[in-house]
């Protein structure tokens, strides 16, 4: 583990090994934001194959296959733990195959000591709502899910899925194509390629700021080459130009609720079109905009503010008549 700019070297949490070499494999698979991780250890004799937890200045055992009870992680494509140690994992009730029904492995967080199943397959990533990415074969295909806290969500064929805290979804789906689960939709990404022969090919990875890696991969006259490559989502830019002064009674139109965009999309004002303000000096108002293309843009919002004059007041008295030497009226 590298913290702080200081390298330390980790101790094995345990003596398991391969009885026939005497190698010990240690694996860690996952690490949070506050500094702990979550380790393998895995041999042959008996009491081997535990999770543990490095909690920054020791292990704690996680879980001990031994007894019967048998649990499973897989290669960790991502990361299986998340900021509060809660840990996506596999159990085995059966065959090892990750199928996508309860005869195979089935995915489920552990919690402290108590796992909680959520469906078949294999765990590929927690996030901090315990939300979970994980996949299944069907059909012998690798068919990614998406566990959103209260339903599975399958995403389709794929692979190498990355899922960050906003519950999206960043995967490679048929031929490698990127695909972005986001909104509760499944959608082609289209990146830009840097090379005419250039795939994507690896990496598949999001932040919580929605933005992503890939791996770029093409070969030329100087052979095989592989590009890491990051794209930031792009935010509409809005152009509301502060709205002239109106007087009490104006109701509001497109003359002051005029903002515009940098894309298409849709605004939806507050106060919205119609309404009459109170007299105020300052009167606040804002825009909402969902663009068109939720692929490659993100909704945003905007802020502005408008003058209500007093308006004048006209005063007029009634005509009448009287009786001349008869009281005023």
């Not at 940098?262 to 919205?272: D, M, R």
Request: glycine share 12%; net charge negative.
């Amino acid at each position: 583990v590298w913290q702080n700019g200081v390298p330390q070297v980790l101790p094995p949490p345990d003596s398991c090994a391969q009885s026939s070499t005497g190698h010990q494999f240690v694996t860690p698979f996952g690490v949070n934001n506050v500094g702990h991780i979550l380790v393998g250890t895995f041999g042959d004799p008996t009491p081997c194959g535990k999770l543990w937890l490095w909690d920054g200045s020791g292990y704690q055992l996680f879980f001990d296959n031994a007894n019967g009870a048998v649990f499973n992680i897989g290669t960790p494509a991502r990361t299986h733990l998340n900021d509060a140690d809660h840990v996506a994992i596999d159990r085995l009730p059966g065959g090892l195959s990750p199928g996508c029904d309860s005869n195979g492995t089935i995915t489920g967080t552990m919690i402290g000591t108590e796992f909680t199943p959520i469906t078949g397959g294999s765990a590929l990533q927690i996030n901090n709502h315990d939300q979970v990415v994980l996949y299944c074969t069907m059909a012998s295909q690798l068919r990614l899910k998406f566990w959103d806290g209260g339903t599975v969500v399958d995403l389709g064929f794929g692979g190498a899925a990355s899922v960050n805290d906003l519950g999206q979804v960043f995967f490679a789906g048929s031929g490698n194509t990127p695909k972005i689960y986001k909104d509760g939709v499944v959608s082609d990404l289209l990146l830009p390629l840097f090379s005419p022969t250039a795939s994507f090919g690896g990496g598949f990875l999001i932040n919580s700021s929605g933005q992503v890696v890939a791996v770029e991969s093409w070969v030329d006259g100087g052979g095989g080459h592989n590009q890491a490559v990051l794209f930031t989502p792009r935010t509409p830019v809005i152009t509301w130009p502060k709205p002239a002064d109106i007087t009490y009674g104006t109701a509001l139109s497109a003359t002051q609720l005029n903002a515009t965009a940098n894309v298409p999309g849709t605004f939806v004002y507050t106060p919205p079109a119609g309404s009459v303000l109170a007299r105020a000096a300052i009167q606040p108002m804002s825009v909402s905009f969902t663009p068109s293309d939720l692929v490659h843009y993100d909704p945003t919002a905007a802020w502005n503010s408008i003058g209500v004059l007093s308006a004048p007041l006209t005063i007029k008295a009634d005509d009448a008549n009287k009786v001349f030497g008869a009281p005023l009226p």
